[in-house]
């Protein structure tokens, strides 16, 4: 069932784009246009125009254009039945009328009824027609069972045109009838013969767009209704009827009623699929945010019909109600469909969706549910209530656990990169909680503006990591990048700068490249390109710029410019409308001229309407047919003058002018003239006299600068040109724009160890000002360079990249189209270090002691120091009364180094509030908040108090150490150990487990086993006799990560054995210092050790490592972020240094290799090791069995002291070199040696190696291989032979041999890349063998050899059956008046390939019927008249001998259908082609005969049925008379005579023939010439009308016969023979001479069926001339026509 057509549904988008041409259409246009349709089309197009009016008198309430009741989708059934029965009345009316006039008034009933009963049945056909496309796609299978009756219908319209003949006109009256509206012409395409070359589906289909079609247009807005009023002419004009005709008339309407009746119930039947439309959500679901086990229901109401089917999905999985019983409950009543959800669950957060299906279509709609979890405990009862008060739970604004904590770790910093490279930003996020199946939105932005993939900018997310990828960095992409990761509602942000500088200049000193290059104002043939300048000039200033343009799709760039422009706008024109285009700019100074900048987006040439119809407007559907609209052209019309001009731009170089089109300006396009005059003057100059503008934009240049002009626009169309438009107001030739002068008041701040704040202020009277650059230099080097490559805007900038501790200058220029500005003046010189602030406030304050008089505070360090060490702290109290705080009063007026303070002179029992500020070098910080109240009492209790300062130091991935100092409080007796207790951040105070089971008597703890990336919290717990005491606070939370950039304590022992420890870091400020500790208590004078510390580098030297230096060393450093590591020396370590000192202290010479032995290139023997380094003075001595051997004729010795090897080089070895070989080495005080022993066996596989190695140098001194022959199967599937080879020369032969026979090769073989090949194209079973290759020379020759047989020609095969199998395109289906064929390509076939095909997953039987076969490259399956039984899926089984490879093709459904129909459509064409009427033995085109003489044309014709014969002259009917005897004889033969020609006589006949398959017309033209001399001549022109001169030849019957073949091919006649005017009775016609066969075949062939004539002569006494002379009588070959 196909979907409602479109112009049911869509009136208002389709029609605009074809209604301009509707609307010019005309009744006179539609009346000439229809003279040339089929009688049955003006007929039928008459009645329904009649049929429509007689309706509209009969309605009361008129008709209207706006209202498409007759053809709307809503229209009632009983509308369009009336308006066809008044079509058919009226049809029938007039072919009675027409049936009366035509016979005169006569009584002959049954020409009669015959004429009115077609014309009836031309009604009816009609009437079904326009209630079939009433009922648009449901009326399709209404259509296909009445298409058989449709086609004889419009057989006439179907039928194809004769060959030259004229189509039929209507008659007269017929074209002055009135029509009551205009309606354009459709044209559809011809259908040649009905029912053979289309399908009745695409007939239907042209018919049903032709009606849709003037459906849409007699709706349609704006469409004028042309009412003519009727003459007196055209009365109805009554006759008097017999009493057979109104019989017959009446029978008629009765028969037509009963149609009707049956076609209304036949809709009624139908009335149920009009409604047939897809899903729609009326009321959708909306979503929840509710507290766990709480019940939640959604609620949709779905339209549609057929009633929609509607399935509930959880994160786009079916909800299973049998799987969860009781928690999920689906109702659907009366269209309204719900979800409840009962008890929910934390896990029940999720988005759901209800989706409504039916024939029509699919339609889904999305709701959320978010579940929150209280925090504490409550009672469960409490949770159904919906009126709970949620104060006492402390609920987060978003709800408790519905916020979600999003961090973001191993954060990206601030990047620097260069134009070209590939720069990648990267984040890992955490998100807490961690649900599954809800996953973040991920977005980038740049400078505040989301980025969107692209092939610059490419995005990835990981599920833990988010990523940007830069591909290809430019300018453009420089700016502050924030990443925002959302969960719901809530969301976190981080970002991070990006630079990107210059790539280097292909000329030294060239600019920079432009960038950010756009293109405004785009019209159809000019746009407007602007560009932002570099901020590097080379040294040199700019001169200007180039633009450059490019047609998408092809890579070949324009320079748009001959001279550069300074100001970076510039107007492109000479663009073709229609194209698209791409712009880069490139600058230029007198070094050279830059890269060119990143490319713009692409830009169409097209007027901006038309660019926003395209936008906005999508394209009208398929019908199924093209449909041309033909207009009568209107009288053309001159345009007026354009309107609105003005001067949008101007420069110096150029001036825009922008003006609006004329109102007056007719239905065909304008095109424009610019003018322009010197300002006062009135001499006018046309500016483009070539070539008119269409765009109501134009760039006039050559301009004179400075002086005035002013300027007007003309307007022209073929009808002529217009008035030109008011002139200008006075434009002066200069830049409006002006370059923007110095900003002021630069201003640089401290930021951070690498970058400064730079702040000024805007320049005055600044105009469209881009954005600004800033320089920096270091004070005194007189060298600038870049901040940054994009301008920024705003007056503020942090310069980054800057270097630590040294002083910078900066200047800043502004930016606009006009230029850039001067330079700023120098700021004052600032030094690179972190700014100073005052600390931030501390936190977490405890009570650590209280006694009656005093209590002593702790509290934590504030998390931002300010950039420097905190001096000190100031601790402040307060008295609370009855709740109500006091004044604030100072404790110490002195700042406390420690973070705990004993408060002293406290009321006993008073209760009291506390607040801690820190200071440093700016000043005292914030204080913190008030601490919670505390009551000074004395503690009696026997435990010890909270440990206090306790933090994590050495953090790393899965460890950190713990460290705290003991309480101030010990209790009632001595503290004996401590406890550690750890918790995940986000766990429940029940979480705590302890980490250590026993008390630890250290205030340390090294904490291992933890998860990379998760967050935890740690406590610490002192203990005596009495027990454990009170926790102390709980650490910040530590994330367990190592950070990049960490570095460890490294130990080393120098070349003096000296024993220290090492520690290096990168991210110190000035004030940062190293401390050292040992088991973590500091480090003081201690005379066994040594500190040095210079820059970022610390030392800790041991004078003499022993047993009292065991233990832990760590290094923290101070005024960083954590920066810590530790060394542990134990027992083990210390020896393993104390040797490792000895080692360095008493040196060897370290070997990377010991002694070794290998046989070099020419059999030599070479002997080797190689020392870590040697010095200049290292020496060594070469010993052979104890006895040492120095450098001479037999031994070849050398040391290499840059990379320490050793070696000795021996030519052969002998018997009596069987022995020991010792190399001894001294480097100064370090020594070492190392020996070989080669004897036995050893020692003769070595010599034998030595031997064997030698011998293979010396073949190698000629022609040889380096690889063997082997073999490859190419791409191609062709077998490749191929060895590498070396030493090879000109004069070098390489000859090929299979099985001892030499193999031809047809050229030789250059070696150029030192491989030589054999191609083996299609390989096969024929070239197996064994192949054999010998190089050759003077020098010697080697040789080659492979066998391909038995299990190696078998794999080779394998791999080419693979390969051919691999090439195997997919399965096509093709029809064929036989039947369907599957087929496949590849690259060839061999017999080793087996080949099957499978049918539904059974293997295919060959038969008759079905066969497969291989023809050239092509593999096919033949399925010969096929069947319903042949649908489903075929599979193409290839086996190579290991695998099967498979294409597979689906021939079922549709495919099936369109193959079985294509199949059936060339079966009959087949069939048509083969009957059809055809003329076998042609005529000639032209035959020249003397008048008097007597003309004989014969030919054969064949057709299935026989066909008609007809004869034509002049293309008017011809029949027998006595001159002229035309007789057509057994079917078969025709012939033509004419007794005596005359010059009348002369003219173009016609042979017709015809039968129902088709019609053929074959034409000659006779030319008598009048009678001159004595000579008889007969000539026969060729289609190149050259005149040959032949022997007379008489042709038989038979012969014309013998040309007609079964293929039908047409035979070529070479020959015309004529006669005498008076020919005599006595003489015998002479018989046709036959030519060879062969000739005749070949004639026959190159004139494709054309036809012959023969003329009967006499003999004549004067014979032909045949050794070609000139005779009285010639024979002129005529070519077929």
Same mark, same amino acid.
Request: aromatic share 8%; charged share 25%; proline share 5%.
């Given at each position: 069932?196909?979907?409602?057509?479109?112009?049911?549904?869509?009136?208002?988008?389709?029609?605009?784009?074809?209604?301009?041409?509707?609307?010019?259409?005309?009744?006179?246009?539609?009346?000439?246009?229809?003279?040339?349709?089929?009688?049955?089309?003006?007929?039928?197009?008459?009645?329904?125009?009649?049929?429509?009016?007689?309706?509209?008198?009969?309605?009361?309430?008129?008709?209207?254009?706006?209202?498409?009741?007759?053809?709307?989708?809503?229209?009632?059934?009983?509308?369009?039945?009336?308006?066809?029965?008044?079509?058919?009345?009226?049809?029938?009316?007039?072919?009675?009328?027409?049936?009366?006039?035509?016979?005169?008034?006569?009584?002959?009933?049954?020409?009669?009824?015959?004429?009115?009963?077609?014309?009836?049945?031309?009604?009816?056909?009609?009437?079904?027609?326009?209630?079939?496309?009433?009922?648009?796609?449901?009326?399709?299978?209404?259509?296909?069972?009445?298409?058989?009756?449709?086609?004889?219908?419009?057989?006439?319209?179907?039928?194809?045109?004769?060959?030259?003949?004229?189509?039929?006109?209507?008659?007269?009256?017929?074209?002055?009838?009135?029509?009551?509206?205009?309606?354009?012409?459709?044209?559809?395409?011809?259908?040649?013969?009905?029912?053979?070359?289309?399908?009745?589906?695409?007939?239907?289909?042209?018919?049903?767009?032709?009606?849709?079609?003037?459906?849409?247009?007699?709706?349609?807005?704006?469409?004028?209704?042309?009412?003519?009023?009727?003459?007196?002419?055209?009365?109805?004009?009554?006759?008097?009827?017999?009493?057979?005709?109104?019989?017959?008339?009446?029978?008629?309407?009765?028969?037509?009623?009963?149609?009707?009746?049956?076609?209304?119930?036949?809709?009624?039947?139908?009335?149920?699929?009009?409604?047939?439309?897809?899903?729609?959500?009326?009321?959708?679901?909306?979503?929840?945010?509710?507290?766990?086990?709480?019940?939640?229901?959604?609620?949709?109401?779905?339209?549609?019909?057929?009633?929609?089917?509607?399935?509930?999905?959880?994160?786009?999985?079916?909800?299973?109600?049998?799987?969860?019983?009781?928690?999920?409950?689906?109702?659907?009543?009366?269209?309204?469909?719900?979800?409840?959800?009962?008890?929910?669950?934390?896990?029940?957060?999720?988005?759901?969706?209800?989706?409504?299906?039916?024939?029509?279509?699919?339609?889904?709609?999305?709701?959320?549910?978010?579940?929150?979890?209280?925090?504490?405990?409550?009672?469960?009862?409490?949770?159904?209530?919906?009126?709970?008060?949620?104060?006492?739970?402390?609920?987060?604004?978003?709800?408790?656990?519905?916020?979600?904590?999003?961090?973001?770790?191993?954060?990206?910093?601030?990047?620097?990169?260069?134009?070209?490279?590939?720069?990648?930003?990267?984040?890992?996020?955490?998100?807490?909680?961690?649900?599954?199946?809800?996953?973040?939105?991920?977005?980038?932005?740049?400078?505040?503006?989301?980025?969107?993939?692209?092939?610059?900018?490419?995005?990835?997310?990981?599920?833990?990591?988010?990523?940007?990828?830069?591909?290809?960095?430019?300018?453009?992409?420089?700016?502050?990048?924030?990443?925002?990761?959302?969960?719901?509602?809530?969301?976190?942000?981080?970002?991070?700068?990006?630079?990107?500088?210059?790539?280097?200049?292909?000329?030294?000193?060239?600019?920079?490249?432009?960038?950010?290059?756009?293109?405004?104002?785009?019209?159809?043939?000019?746009?407007?390109?602007?560009?932002?300048?570099?901020?590097?000039?080379?040294?040199?200033?700019?001169?200007?710029?180039?633009?450059?343009?490019?047609?998408?799709?092809?890579?070949?760039?324009?320079?748009?410019? *001959?001279? /550069? =422009? &300074?100001?970076?706008?510039?107007? +492109?024109?000479?663009?073709?409308? #229609?194209? !698209? $285009?791409?712009? @880069? %700019?490139?600058?230029?100074?007198?070094?050279?001229?830059?890269?060119?900048?990143?490319?713009?987006?692409?830009?169409?040439?097209?007027?901006?309407?038309?660019?926003?119809?395209?936008?906005?407007?999508?394209?009208?559907?398929?019908?199924?047919?093209?449909?041309?609209?033909?207009?009568?052209?209107?009288?053309?019309?001159?345009?007026?003058?354009?309107?609105?001009?003005?001067?949008?731009?101007?420069?110096?170089?150029?001036?825009?002018?922008?003006?609006?089109?004329?109102?007056?300006?007719?239905?065909?396009?304008?095109?424009?003239?610019?003018?322009?005059?010197?300002?006062?003057?009135?001499?006018?100059?046309?500016?483009?006299? *070539?070539? /008119? =503008? &269409?765009?109501?934009?134009?760039? +006039?240049?050559?301009?004179?600068? #400075?002086? !005035? $002009?002013?300027? @007007? %626009?003309?307007?022209?169309?073929?009808?002529?040109?217009?008035?030109?438009?008011?002139?200008?107001?006075?434009?002066?030739?200069?830049?409006?724009?002006?370059?923007?002068?110095?900003?002021?008041?630069?201003?640089?701040?401290?930021?951070?160890?690498?970058?400064?704040?730079?702040?000024?202020?805007?320049?005055?009277?600044?105009?469209?000002?881009?954005?600004?650059?800033?320089?920096?230099?270091?004070?005194?080097?007189?060298?600038?360079?870049?901040?940054?490559?994009?301008?920024?805007?705003?007056?503020?900038?942090?310069?980054?990249?800057?270097?630590?501790?040294?002083?910078?200058?900066?200047?800043?220029?502004?930016?606009?189209?006009?230029?850039?500005?001067?330079?700023?003046?120098?700021?004052?010189?600032?030094?690179?270090?972190?700014?100073?602030?005052?600390?931030?406030?501390?936190?977490?304050?405890?009570?650590?002691?209280?006694?009656?008089?005093?209590?002593?505070?702790?509290?934590?360090?504030?998390?931002?120091?300010?950039?420097?060490?905190?001096?000190?702290?100031?601790?402040?109290?307060?008295?609370?009364?009855?709740?109500?705080?006091?004044?604030?009063?100072?404790?110490?007026?002195?700042?406390?180094?420690?973070?705990?303070?004993?408060?002293?002179?406290?009321?006993?029992?008073?209760?009291?509030?506390?607040?801690?500020?820190?200071?440093?070098?700016?000043?005292?910080?914030?204080?913190?908040?008030?601490?919670?109240?505390?009551?000074?009492?004395?503690?009696?209790?026997?435990?010890?108090?909270?440990?206090?300062?306790?933090?994590?130091?050495?953090?790393?991935?899965?460890?950190?150490?713990?460290?705290?100092?003991?309480?101030?409080?010990?209790?009632?007796?001595?503290?004996?150990?401590?406890?550690?207790?750890?918790?995940?951040?986000?766990?429940?105070?029940?979480?705590?487990?302890?980490?250590?089971?026993?008390?630890?008597?250290?205030?340390?703890?090294?904490?291992?086993?933890?998860?990379?990336?998760?967050?935890?919290?740690?406590?610490?717990?002192?203990?005596?006799?009495?027990?454990?005491?009170?926790?102390?606070?709980?650490?910040?939370?530590?994330?367990?990560?190592?950070?990049?950039?960490?570095?460890?304590?490294?130990?080393?022992?120098?070349?003096?054995?000296?024993?220290?420890?090492?520690?290096?870091?990168?991210?110190?400020?000035?004030?940062?210092?190293?401390?050292?500790?040992?088991?973590?208590?500091?480090?003081?004078?201690?005379?066994?050790?040594?500190?040095?510390?210079?820059?970022?580098?610390?030392?800790?030297?041991?004078?003499?490592?022993?047993?009292?230096?065991?233990?832990?060393?760590?290094?923290?450093?101070?005024?960083?972020?954590?920066?810590?590591?530790?060394?542990?020396?134990?027992?083990?370590?210390?020896?393993?240094?104390?040797?490792?000192?000895?080692?360095?202290?008493?040196?060897?010479?370290?070997?990377?290799?010991?002694?070794?032995?290998?046989?070099?290139?020419?059999?030599?023997?070479?002997?080797?090791?190689?020392?870590?380094?040697?010095?200049?003075?290292?020496?060594?001595?070469?010993?052979?069995?104890?006895?040492?051997?120095?450098?001479?004729?037999?031994?070849?010795?050398?040391?290499?002291?840059?990379?320490?090897?050793?070696?000795?080089?021996?030519?052969?070895?002998?018997?009596?070199?069987?022995?020991?070989?010792?190399?001894?080495?001294?480097?100064?005080?370090?020594?070492?040696?190392?020996?070989?022993?080669?004897?036995?066996?050893?020692?003769?596989?070595?010599?034998?190696?030595?031997?064997?190695?030698?011998?293979?140098?010396?073949?190698?001194?000629?022609?040889?291989?380096?690889?063997?022959?082997?073999?490859?199967?190419?791409?191609?599937?062709?077998?490749?032979?191929?060895?590498?080879?070396?030493?090879?020369?000109?004069?070098?032969?390489?000859?090929?041999?299979?099985?001892?026979?030499?193999?031809?090769?047809?050229?030789?073989?250059?070696?150029?890349?030192?491989?030589?090949?054999?191609?083996?194209?299609?390989?096969?079973?024929?070239?197996?063998?064994?192949?054999?290759?010998?190089?050759?020379?003077?020098?010697?020759?080697?040789?080659?050899?492979?066998?391909?047989?038995?299990?190696?020609?078998?794999?080779?095969?394998?791999?080419?059956?693979?390969?051919?199998?691999?090439?195997?395109?997919?399965?096509?289906?093709?029809?064929?008046?036989?039947?369907?064929?599957?087929?496949?390509?590849?690259?060839?076939?061999?017999?080793?390939?087996?080949?099957?095909?499978?049918?539904?997953?059974?293997?295919?039987?060959?038969?008759?019927?079905?066969?497969?076969?291989?023809?050239?490259?092509?593999?096919?399956?033949?399925?010969?008249?096929?069947?319903?039984?042949?649908?489903?899926?075929?599979?193409?089984?290839?086996?190579?001998?290991?695998?099967?490879?498979?294409?597979?093709?689906?021939?079922?459904?549709?495919?099936?259908?369109?193959?079985?129909?294509?199949?059936?459509?060339?079966?009959?064409?087949?069939?048509?082609?083969?009957?059809?009427?055809?003329?076998?033995?042609?005529?000639?085109?032209?035959?020249?005969?003397?008048?008097?003489?007597?003309?004989?044309?014969?030919?054969?014709?064949?057709?299935?049925?026989?066909?008609?014969?007809?004869?034509?002259?002049?293309?008017?009917?011809?029949?027998?008379?006595?001159?002229?005897?035309?007789?057509?004889?057994?079917?078969?033969?025709?012939?033509?005579?004419?007794?005596?020609?005359?010059?009348?006589?002369?003219?173009?006949?016609?042979?017709?023939?015809?039968?129902?398959?088709?019609?053929?017309?074959?034409?000659?033209?006779?030319?008598?010439?009048?009678?001159?001399?004595?000579?008889?001549?007969?000539?026969?022109?060729?289609?190149?009308?050259?005149?040959?001169?032949?022997?007379?030849?008489?042709?038989?019957?038979?012969?014309?016969?013998?040309?007609?073949?079964?293929?039908?091919?047409?035979?070529?006649?070479?020959?015309?023979?004529?006669?005498?005017?008076?020919?005599?009775?006595?003489?015998?016609?002479?018989?046709?001479?036959?030519?060879?066969?062969?000739?005749?075949?070949?004639?026959?062939?190159?004139?494709?069926?054309?036809?012959?004539?023969?003329?009967?002569?006499?003999?004549?006494?004067?014979?032909?001339?045949?050794?070609?002379?000139?005779?009285?009588?010639?024979?002129?070959?005529?070519?077929?026509?």
């Amino acid at each position: 069932m196909m979907s409602l057509p479109f112009y049911q549904r869509h009136h208002e988008h389709y029609d605009r784009a074809y209604r301009h041409k509707a609307l010019s259409s005309t009744v006179s246009q539609y009346q000439k246009e229809t003279k040339s349709k089929s009688a049955l089309y003006a007929q039928g197009s008459a009645a329904y125009s009649r049929g429509s009016a007689a309706y509209r008198h009969s309605s009361a309430a008129g008709f209207s254009l706006d209202s498409s009741a007759a053809y709307s989708y809503g229209s009632s059934a009983y509308d369009l039945e009336s308006a066809a029965y008044s079509q058919g009345s009226a049809a029938y009316d007039r072919s009675a009328a027409q049936s009366k006039r035509s016979a005169a008034y006569s009584l002959d009933s049954e020409s009669l009824s015959t004429s009115s009963a077609a014309y009836s049945h031309a009604s009816e056909s009609i009437n079904k027609l326009a209630a079939a496309y009433r009922l648009g796609s449901e009326a399709y299978s209404f259509g296909l069972k009445n298409s058989n009756l449709m086609i004889e219908d419009q057989s006439y319209k179907m039928s194809p045109k004769a060959k030259r003949a004229k189509q039929s006109l209507i008659s007269e009256d017929k074209e002055n009838e009135a029509l009551d509206y205009s309606v354009p012409i459709f044209t559809g395409r011809q259908v040649n013969i009905s029912g053979i070359t289309d399908t009745e589906e695409e007939r239907i289909k042209e018919s049903a767009a032709y009606v849709a079609k003037r459906n849409l247009f007699a709706t349609g807005e704006g469409v004028s209704v042309s009412k003519v009023a009727k003459t007196t002419s055209e009365e109805e004009h009554h006759e008097k009827k017999s009493r057979k005709v109104a019989i017959r008339e009446s029978a008629e309407r009765v028969a037509m009623k009963k149609t009707l009746e049956e076609t209304q119930a036949f809709h009624r039947k139908l009335n149920q699929d009009k409604l047939l439309h897809a899903p729609e959500f009326i009321i959708e679901p909306r979503s929840h945010t509710i507290w766990e086990k709480e019940n939640v229901r959604f609620n949709c109401s779905v339209a549609g019909w057929p009633e929609p089917r509607v399935t509930w999905y959880k994160n786009n999985v079916p909800i299973d109600v049998q799987a969860h019983p009781g928690k999920y409950i689906i109702q659907s009543r009366y269209g309204l469909h719900s979800l409840e959800i009962t008890e929910c669950e934390f896990d029940d957060t999720a988005q759901y969706h209800a989706s409504a299906m039916n024939v029509k279509g699919e339609v889904s709609v999305y709701a959320s549910l978010v579940v929150k979890r209280y925090k504490g405990e409550i009672d469960a009862s409490l949770l159904h209530a919906r009126n709970l008060s949620l104060s006492p739970f402390a609920v987060t604004p978003h709800g408790y656990a519905s916020r979600f904590e999003i961090s973001f770790v191993d954060k990206f910093d601030v990047a620097f990169g260069r134009e070209g490279e590939t720069m990648s930003l990267g984040c890992t996020v955490v998100i807490n909680p961690d649900i599954k199946r809800f996953k973040p939105d991920i977005e980038w932005y740049r400078n505040g503006v989301l980025i969107t993939p692209s092939k610059w900018v490419q995005m990835q997310w990981s599920g833990e990591r988010a990523s940007l990828t830069l591909t290809h960095a430019n300018k453009e992409d420089e700016g502050l990048y924030t990443l925002r990761v959302a969960m719901g509602e809530y969301y976190e942000e981080y970002s991070g700068y990006v630079f990107v500088r210059d790539a280097d200049a292909e000329i030294p000193g060239a600019p920079g490249a432009p960038l950010d290059v756009q293109c405004l104002d785009a019209n159809k043939d000019y746009v407007i390109v602007s560009w932002k300048q570099p901020a590097v000039d080379g040294g040199n200033p700019i001169l200007g710029y180039f633009i450059d343009r490019c047609e998408v799709g092809t890579s070949h760039w324009t320079q748009c410019n *001959e001279n /550069p =422009v &300074k100001f970076a706008r510039f107007p +492109v024109t000479g663009l073709i409308e #229609g194209r !698209s $285009y791409i712009f @880069r %700019v490139r600058a230029v100074n007198k070094a050279g001229v830059s890269l060119p900048s990143r490319v713009s987006e692409p830009v169409a040439a097209l007027d901006p309407a038309d660019r926003a119809r395209l936008r906005s407007h999508p394209s009208a559907p398929w019908t199924g047919q093209i449909i041309v609209t033909e207009e009568e052209p209107a009288e053309g019309v001159v345009p007026g003058p354009p309107t609105d001009l003005q001067v949008i731009e101007a420069t110096k170089n150029y001036v825009v002018l922008s003006w609006k089109p004329p109102g007056q300006r007719g239905h065909e396009g304008i095109m424009y003239f610019v003018e322009k005059c010197v300002a006062g003057t009135e001499d006018w100059q046309r500016v483009n006299t *070539e070539i /008119p =503008v &269409k765009s109501p934009r134009f760039a +006039v240049f050559d301009l004179s600068e #400075g002086k !005035s $002009y002013c300027f @007007r %626009v003309r307007c022209c169309n073929s009808a002529g040109i217009g008035e030109p438009s008011e002139a200008t107001e006075a434009t002066v030739v200069d830049d409006k724009l002006d370059i923007p002068k110095a900003p002021g008041q630069i201003m640089p701040t401290r930021n951070t160890d690498t970058s400064v704040v730079v702040t000024w202020t805007e320049p005055p009277d600044a105009k469209e000002l881009v954005g600004y650059y800033i320089e920096s230099s270091v004070e005194g080097s007189g060298r600038w360079e870049p901040c940054n490559n994009n301008p920024v805007k705003g007056t503020r900038f942090i310069c980054h990249g800057l270097s630590t501790g040294e002083k910078y200058i900066f200047r800043v220029r502004a930016v606009n189209a006009a230029g850039l500005s001067e330079f700023s003046q120098e700021s004052e010189p600032i030094e690179v270090k972190a700014a100073i602030a005052a600390p931030s406030p501390p936190y977490d304050i405890v009570v650590l002691e209280s006694v009656r008089d005093s209590m002593v505070l702790g509290w934590k360090q504030p998390e931002a120091i300010g950039g420097t060490e905190i001096t000190g702290y100031y601790v402040n109290y307060r008295e609370v009364v009855d709740g109500v705080p006091g004044k604030w009063k100072e404790a110490n007026i002195k700042a406390v180094s420690e973070r705990a303070y004993r408060i002293q002179n406290l009321k006993e029992n008073m209760v009291y509030q506390f607040q801690v500020a820190a200071a440093n070098l700016a000043g005292v910080g914030a204080p913190s908040k008030p601490s919670k109240s505390f009551k000074c009492e004395e503690w009696t209790i026997a435990v010890p108090g909270p440990p206090h300062d306790v933090k994590c130091t050495e953090v790393r991935k899965d460890s950190l150490v713990l460290l705290w100092k003991e309480p101030v409080y010990s209790g009632r007796s001595p503290i004996v150990g401590y406890y550690v207790d750890m918790k995940e951040t986000e766990a429940k105070e029940e979480r705590w487990r302890s980490v250590n089971e026993k008390p630890l008597q250290k205030k340390y703890l090294k904490i291992g086993g933890l998860t990379q990336g998760v967050s935890y919290v740690f406590r610490v717990r002192a203990t005596n006799q009495a027990g454990v005491g009170k926790p102390s606070d709980v650490t910040d939370a530590v994330i367990a990560e190592t950070r990049p950039g960490t570095k460890e304590v490294v130990v080393d022992v120098d070349d003096n054995g000296v024993i220290s420890l090492n520690f290096e870091c990168d991210q110190m400020s000035p004030d940062s210092k190293f401390i050292w500790s040992k088991n973590y208590e500091p480090i003081e004078d201690d005379p066994r050790l040594n500190i040095d510390t210079k820059g970022g580098k610390s030392k800790l030297s041991f004078k003499n490592l022993g047993e009292d230096d065991l233990g832990i060393y760590s290094c923290i450093v101070t005024d960083t972020d954590g920066v810590s590591s530790s060394y542990t020396i134990d027992e083990e370590e210390m020896k393993r240094l104390l040797a490792l000192s000895h080692e360095r202290q008493f040196p060897t010479v370290p070997l990377i290799s010991e002694l070794a032995v290998e046989i070099l290139e020419k059999g030599e023997v070479r002997f080797w090791l190689q020392a870590e380094k040697l010095s200049g003075n290292a020496k060594a001595n070469f010993v052979f069995n104890d006895k040492e051997i120095f450098n001479g004729e037999k031994y070849k010795m050398k040391v290499d002291k840059n990379t320490g090897l050793v070696e000795m080089i021996m030519d052969k070895l002998e018997e009596k070199d069987e022995g020991t070989y010792t190399f001894q080495l001294q480097d100064g005080k370090a020594t070492n040696q190392s020996s070989l022993v080669l004897i036995g066996d050893v020692f003769k596989k070595l010599q034998d190696e030595a031997d064997f190695q030698r011998k293979e140098w010396q073949r190698k001194q000629g022609p040889h291989f380096v690889d063997k022959l082997g073999w490859e199967v190419t791409d191609e599937c062709n077998v490749m032979l191929k060895c590498k080879v070396a030493n090879i020369k000109k004069e070098t032969h390489i000859v090929w041999y299979k099985d001892d026979r030499e193999i031809m090769v047809d050229e030789e073989h250059d070696f150029k890349d030192g491989v030589c090949t054999l191609l083996i194209s299609e390989f096969s079973k024929k070239d197996a063998g064994t192949y054999e290759v010998i190089l050759k020379d003077d020098r010697g020759k080697d040789s080659s050899e492979l066998k391909l047989k038995d299990t190696a020609f078998a794999d080779l095969m394998n791999e080419v059956c693979r390969r051919i199998a691999l090439s195997a395109t997919d399965l096509k289906i093709q029809s064929t008046a036989e039947g369907i064929r599957l087929y496949s390509y590849v690259t060839y076939y061999v017999e080793d390939l087996r080949v099957g095909w499978v049918h539904n997953d059974t293997q295919i039987k060959f038969t008759d019927r079905m066969r497969t076969g291989v023809t050239g490259e092509q593999i096919w399956l033949q399925i010969n008249e096929p069947t319903p039984q042949d649908k489903g899926r075929y599979i193409m089984e290839l086996f190579d001998g290991n695998t099967t490879h498979k294409k597979t093709v689906d021939l079922s459904g549709q495919a099936f259908d369109e193959a079985f129909a294509e199949f059936q459509r060339l079966k009959q064409a087949a069939i048509a082609e083969k009957n059809r009427a055809r003329v076998l033995g042609g005529l000639p085109d032209v035959v020249t005969i003397q008048e008097g003489k007597a003309l004989n044309l014969s030919c054969t014709v064949w057709g299935d049925p026989t066909p008609e014969v007809s004869w034509l002259k002049n293309e008017k009917s011809f029949v027998s008379d006595a001159n002229c005897i035309l007789k057509f004889e057994s079917g078969k033969n025709v012939s033509f005579s004419i007794s005596t020609v005359s010059t009348q006589d002369s003219g173009k006949y016609s042979i017709v023939v015809k039968n129902k398959y088709g019609t053929e017309t074959s034409d000659v033209t006779v030319i008598v010439m009048p009678v001159s001399g004595q000579t008889d001549t007969v000539q026969g022109h060729n289609q190149n009308n050259k005149t040959v001169s032949k022997k007379k030849k008489a042709m038989s019957a038979s012969k014309q016969k013998e040309g007609g073949k079964k293929d039908f091919i047409k035979p070529h006649v070479e020959e015309i023979t004529a006669t005498e005017e008076t020919p005599d009775p006595n003489e015998i016609p002479p018989v046709e001479t036959e030519k060879d066969t062969k000739n005749k075949q070949q004639a026959a062939k190159k004139t494709a069926g054309k036809a012959g004539v023969a003329e009967k002569v006499p003999q004549s006494t004067e014979s032909l001339d045949r050794q070609g002379k000139k005779t009285p009588e010639k024979a002129a070959l005529g070519k077929p026509h």
